[in-house]
């Protein structure tokens, strides 16, 4: 997904060197606080393969932000089928409803002519107006970086989907091996939250 994204904005990476970096940046994400360590160290060797300050950040940015998609896409989907077992988590319909409906609008302002309209719109006089328009400004120096390319989205947010459904297999195992019964659907629900509260701090 990182090379799709480095690609995207013609910066070639062979792919044992990203994982080679990924490895030391999961290794900091074991040690500090949240996944902050190893985005770190990922937008410094962005920077180094001939990213730029500003595109190494957006890159590692705009990659965290689709894998994070993914797990709200996933757990949107299980929850249509999971029936009793989803509407034992108070408000969660409402919860995912409002992440796909953020999801897609971020879609639309980083792969489609979103962020222009929305500096359009907020082009006014009024400070408090003129404050967030300078802010939407410098977001979209790096956001329009990947306008128009919503292959390179499509393909990004399928290998997450991939990753995703292989992370909560992976713990489906564990609980299986552990002689736990819990519903795969509430797997498929249980295990993509748990992973996005643990990005939050």
């Given amino acids: 997904r990182w090379q799709i994204l480095l690609g995207a904005l013609g910066i070639p990476a062979r792919l ?4 080679q970096s990924f490895s030391i940046a999961m290794f900091f994400n074991n040690f500090l606080p949240s996944t902050i360590g190893g985005d ?12 730029g300050k500003t595109r190494a950040v957006m890159v590692v940015f705009i990659d965290r932000v689709i894998g994070l ?12 089928f999971a029936g009793d077992i989803a509407r034992q988590i108070p408000l969660l319909h409402l919860f995912l409803i409002a992440a796909v409906c953020g999801i897609v609008i971020l879609a639309w302002i980083v792969f489609g002519n979103g962020g222009e309209i929305l500096l359009k719109l907020t082009d006014s006089d009024k400070p408090v107006i003129r404050v967030f328009n300078r802010v939407l400004s410098k977001l979209y120096e790096g956001f329009h970086l990947f306008q128009g390319r919503s292959d390179v989205l499509l393909r990004a947010i399928s290998l997450s989907l991939l990753l995703q459904i292989n992370v909560v297999v992976h713990c489906l195992i564990i609980v299986w091996a552990l002689g736990i019964e819990v519903p795969v659907l509430a797997m498929f629900i249980i295990v993509p939250l748990s992973y996005l509260i643990m990005t939050a701090p």
Wanted: aromatic share 18%; charged share 10%; proline share 0%.
């Fill in 69 to 80: 998609s993914a797990l709200l896409l996933l757990s949107f989907f299980a929850s249509l």
């Fill in 16 to 19: 044992l060197t990203l994982v």
């Fill in 40 to 51: 770190a160290y990922r937008i410094y060797d962005s920077y180094r393969l001939g990213a």
